[in-house]
């Protein structure tokens, strides 16, 4: 490497270093409320330090999240169940919450459990053997970065992210792309997408049956884009109660699986309240995407969610996404149109949805607005 990459690798490991560490080290220092102040005037832990690019969000004191109230739990769906229980408990939390968790779902519990592990192990790692990974090109689809700026005004939420990609069936290029440390990182990685994936078809099936599509409506274009994997890592924050590990969003893509670990996190919005999920062993959150909800024609809807800062400890979920190919039309169903007056929005491929949400940002009302007819 010639005395420019050495420059340039230099460069990129100050700043992975800067943004990887900035929220152990805000974790573990008093900051001072003399020097660091909010919106309105208000003391807050706001900015990231100077080596960082970007500054930790701070959320109006309406926005933060507030006790929940909602006296209302996620349903646990057990897929070993009848098929037609199954399908009728699918399709109504579905419908009620657009989110529900998933038991006996067929993914090896060993697969659950070294990719957890493996991805809590790669946030471990001293920053510099991370380095590597970090990009702040969202385009790339292999990369580290620190938190979103999607809806934020370019501020940074509290949370570090791995982001994993490849086609389905796994290609050996693809796996060569992801990190080789920790030892087994890659070969965990390729043992929970395929049975994930699978889970993740087999629930579009049932919700076809449930609606009166064909049940391999979503297979083909719809669901042949590359598998994506989010590993969200959410350190302690010294003050939760004044932001987020993620803002309330909607998901870009057809249906998500989540593993969201041992340590509660994920809110979901419910008739103007937040239901804090709690933690379900082996379980899967499924919950569905703008995608699912234009092919459907509405019944079934993208759901407003988020992610809670703690101050105790560290927590890591992963989240797999299965998303349309770029170039996939994705349009609502013709008999779900036809059964409920008429298409409510309007036909696009994915490659143009995905560029007018980096646009308006990831809110159901702005996403909606983009695409409703």
Same mark, same amino acid.
């Given at each position: 490497?010639?005395?420019?990459?050495?420059?340039?690798? #230099?460069?990129?490991?100050?700043?992975?270093?800067?943004? %990887?560490?900035?929220?152990?080290?805000?974790?573990?220092?008093?900051?001072?409320?003399?020097?660091?102040?909010?919106?309105?005037?208000?003391?807050?832990?706001?900015?990231?330090?100077?080596?960082?690019?970007?500054?930790?969000?701070?959320?109006? #004191?309406?926005?933060?999240?507030?006790?929940?109230?909602?006296?209302?739990? %996620?349903?646990?769906?057990?897929?070993?169940?009848?098929?037609? !229980?199954?399908?009728?408990?699918?399709?109504? #939390?579905?419908?009620?919450?657009?989110?529900?968790?998933?038991?006996?779902?067929?993914?090896?519990?060993?697969?659950?459990?070294?990719?957890?592990?493996?991805?809590?192990?790669?946030?471990? %790692?001293?920053?510099?053997?991370?380095?590597?990974?970090?990009?702040?090109?969202?385009?790339?689809?292999?990369?580290?970065?620190?938190?979103?700026?999607?809806?934020?005004?370019?501020?940074?939420?509290?949370?570090?992210?791995?982001?994993?990609?490849?086609?389905?069936?796994?290609?050996?290029?693809?796996?060569?792309?992801?990190?080789?440390?920790?030892?087994?990182?890659?070969?965990?990685?390729?043992?929970?997408?395929?049975?994930?994936?699978?889970?993740?078809?087999?629930?579009?099936?049932?919700?076809?049956?449930?609606?009166?599509?064909?049940?391999?409506?979503? !297979?083909?274009?719809?669901?042949?884009?590359?598998?994506?994997?989010?590993?969200?890592?959410?350190?302690?924050?010294?003050?939760?109660?004044?932001?987020?590990?993620?803002?309330?969003?909607?998901?870009?893509?057809?249906?998500?699986?989540?593993?969201?670990?041992?340590?509660?996190?994920?809110?979901?919005?419910?008739?103007?309240?937040?239901?804090?999920?709690?933690?379900?062993?082996?379980?899967?959150?499924?919950?569905?995407?703008?995608?699912?909800?234009?092919?459907?024609?509405?019944?079934?809807?993208?759901?407003?969610?988020?992610?809670?800062?703690?101050?105790?400890?560290?927590?890591?979920?992963?989240?797999?996404?299965?998303?349309?190919?770029?170039?996939?039309?994705?349009?609502?169903?013709?008999?779900?149109?036809?059964?409920?007056?008429?298409?409510?929005?309007?036909?696009?491929?994915?490659?143009?949805?995905?560029?007018?949400?980096?646009?308006?940002?990831?809110?159901?009302?702005?996403?909606?607005?983009?695409?409703?007819?």
């Amino acid at each position: 490497m010639g005395m420019a990459g050495r420059m340039a690798m #230099a460069r990129m490991m100050a700043r992975c270093r800067g943004l %990887l560490v900035v929220m152990e080290f805000m974790a573990h220092v008093r900051v001072s409320a003399s020097s660091i102040t909010g919106r309105d005037g208000e003391p807050a832990v706001r900015r990231i330090p100077r080596d960082a690019p970007g500054q930790l969000r701070v959320f109006p #004191a309406e926005q933060r999240p507030p006790p929940s109230s909602a006296a209302v739990a %996620l349903p646990v769906i057990d897929l070993s169940a009848p098929r037609d !229980e199954v399908r009728r408990a699918v399709l109504e #939390a579905g419908k009620e919450l657009g989110f529900f968790q998933v038991v006996n779902h067929g993914v090896p519990e060993q697969a659950v459990r070294d990719m957890e592990a493996c991805c809590e192990e790669f946030f471990r %790692l001293p920053a510099e053997d991370k380095a590597a990974f970090y990009s702040e090109d969202t385009d790339k689809p292999n990369r580290l970065f620190t938190s979103t700026t999607n809806g934020t005004g370019g501020e940074r939420c509290w949370r570090d992210c791995l982001r994993l990609s490849c086609g389905f069936p796994v290609a050996a290029d693809a796996k060569n792309a992801w990190p080789d440390n920790p030892d087994g990182l890659r070969e965990a990685m390729e043992r929970f997408i395929a049975p994930t994936r699978a889970l993740g078809m087999e629930l579009l099936r049932l919700l076809c049956e449930g609606v009166g599509l064909r049940p391999d409506y979503f !297979e083909g274009d719809l669901s042949a884009g590359d598998v994506v994997v989010n590993v969200n890592h959410y350190p302690p924050c010294p003050d939760p109660v004044r932001t987020l590990g993620l803002p309330p969003h909607c998901d870009r893509n057809l249906i998500t699986l989540l593993l969201q670990g041992s340590v509660a996190g994920l809110q979901v919005s419910y008739r103007g309240e937040w239901i804090r999920v709690q933690p379900v062993p082996g379980a899967f959150v499924v919950n569905f995407g703008h995608q699912l909800e234009i092919a459907t024609n509405g019944l079934l809807k993208s759901v407003e969610h988020r992610a809670a800062a703690n101050a105790a400890v560290p927590r890591t979920s992963v989240a797999t996404f299965i998303m349309p190919t770029d170039d996939c039309l994705v349009a609502p169903a013709a008999e779900l149109a036809a059964g409920g007056g008429g298409a409510r929005y309007r036909a696009v491929t994915f490659r143009e949805f995905m560029r007018v949400y980096k646009t308006v940002g990831a809110r159901r009302e702005s996403v909606e607005k983009a695409f409703k007819i």
